[in-house]
């Protein structure tokens, strides 16, 4: 008869592993089983964990697409089936507590990285948001004043375990340099960096992947620009690779970067009057772009507004989706 | 002419011997590392896992390794196996205890998995008060502490 074996007394990093396998509406209620358990709940080296733990679950959903608005939309591309029930695709969201609920704000997503939220209320304050657990908390505003177009973008540095919003300050003065500044989510303090060579103007919010922010950008050569891509490795804080868009991308098509599994993709819409996807396959590969399609842009339903929320998250397995 | 296949001869801390294949003992990476340390004719001493458990460990080791052989040669499918695993894994709470020190002590990656993935599922979408009868876990928290905790993970109560 031997005595009742109990869970809790198993080793704590085995603990660990149990839990960091349970879904987050679980998890946030397991907070309340007992302290041991909330106290591991909540150290950030677990959230890490649990992040690991389900991007190996090919049955979890990981990809919901947030609208820019105000109010908060979320949507989930996967639930979408042709328009009949938008119900279960369009989901309002409740505003992160560190917005400041009575004001008519412009709200803008700058970066997202892991599940982490970065938002931009009226060109000034910026929140850090957590969708799925729902914590946020207000970032300190950047001291500088520059007469500049802003890009930002968000990104994780596994060197120092912390989370990065950067912003790229491009001068209206095309002969001033353009600025670097990081906030480090751990240190709360934003800091000047590196500086990109004159001539690039980053256009758009950032797309992490591989340990770097990619963007969008223009480059000077003679009388002409061409579209470019540059990389900034988040360890090393520092402007790394350019890399060229396909040939017949013009510096004023619009275009947009974004994501499918583990390879950069570039979505534009060229002179032609047609609508292209490409992915670069093999990242650090020079002049790898394979082309995903190319559509005639007239059918495509409610393109103009929606082409630059939905196109970057699209799940390419399913090829007739808008 | 094919040599027989090498055996490994493991004791339980309860004493109990158990005679096993190369290739079944080395699922374990903590039998693997002993293995290169002792000469082939020793016992190899388990003294953190009882006679009963260890059969259990066995039975699943060599289950796995007859798998990957198996699929090699197109034999069986993941489905089949996955069932199996499902099934060695429909025990009491004591045994499954068991089994994760076991598999932690041995080093049995899978099997780890496995069975913390069984005790997760068993937690999934249970209220905490039901969490801590399933698993006898004594709940340290005074009234007013635990209606804070509530309140700050409100919305997953909904």
């Known amino acids: ?322 | 002419m094919k040599s027989t296949p090498k055996k490994i001869i493991l004791r339980s801390s309860d004493k109990e011997i158990f005679e096993v294949v190369e290739a079944v003992a080395m699922e374990s990476q903590t039998i693997k590392n002993l293995i290169e340390d002792v000469s082939s004719d020793d016992v190899i001493p388990l003294d953190n896992v009882t006679a009963r458990i260890l059969a259990k460990v066995l039975e699943y080791c060599k289950k796995h390794v007859d798998a990957a052989a198996a699929n090699e040669n197109k034999n069986t499918t993941d489905d089949e196996l996955n069932a199996w695993d499902a099934d060695f894994v429909k025990v009491d709470q004591n045994t499954l205890v068991d089994l994760i020190m076991a598999a932690n002590f041995l080093n049995i990656k899978s099997l780890l998995d496995l069975t913390c993935k069984t005790v997760a599922d068993m937690i999934r979408g249970k209220t905490p008060e039901e969490i801590r009868q399933t698993f006898n876990i004594k709940n340290d928290y005074t009234p007013e502490e635990e209606e804070e905790v509530r309140r700050e993970n409100q919305w997953a109560f909904e």
């Open chain 1, 1 to 322: 008869m031997g005595k009742r074996k109990i869970i809790s007394q198993l080793p704590h990093e085995i603990i660990v592993n149990i839990l960091s396998r349970l879904p987050v509406k679980t998890l946030l209620r397991s907070n309340c089983v007992c302290k041991p358990w909330r106290s591991l709940i909540s150290d950030p080296h677990f959230a890490r964990l649990q992040l690991i733990q389900l991007q190996k679950n090919s049955n979890v959903n990981l990809h919901q697409v947030l609208l820019s608005s105000n109010p908060l939309v979320s949507m989930d591309y996967e639930a979408y089936n042709g328009g009949e029930d938008e119900s279960k695709v369009m989901s309002e969201l409740e505003y992160p507590a560190a917005m400041k609920k009575d004001s008519d704000y412009d709200v803008d997503l700058v970066g997202s990285c892991d599940g982490l939220v970065c938002l931009l209320l009226d060109d000034e304050e910026f929140i850090s948001w957590n969708p799925s657990t729902r914590e946020s908390r207000a970032l300190p505003e950047t001291t500088s004043v520059l007469d500049a177009t802003f890009s930002y973008g968000l990104g994780y540095d596994f060197s120092t375990d912390d989370y990065k919003l950067v912003r790229v300050c491009c001068p209206i003065n095309v002969s001033d340099q353009t600025k670097v500044e990081i906030l480090s989510l751990k240190t709360n303090i934003w800091r000047a960096t590196s500086h990109l060579p004159t001539g690039i103007e980053v256009n758009g919010n950032g797309i992490f992947l591989n340990g770097s922010l990619h963007w969008l950008a223009k480059k000077v050569i003679s009388q002409t620009k061409i579209v470019i891509i540059v990389s900034f490795s988040l360890a090393e804080e520092k402007f790394q690779e350019v890399v060229a868009a396909p040939d017949h991308l013009e510096e004023n098509n619009v275009a947009v970067l974004g994501i499918s599994g583990d390879c950069l993709c570039l979505f534009f819409e060229c002179n032609e009057g047609l609508y292209e996807g490409w992915l670069r396959k093999e990242y650090g590969v020079k002049s790898s772009w394979t082309r995903l399609f190319s559509n005639p842009v007239d059918p495509l339903p409610g393109y103009k507004i929606l082409a630059e929320c939905i196109v970057p998250h699209k799940n390419w397995e399913s090829s007739d989706r808008t």
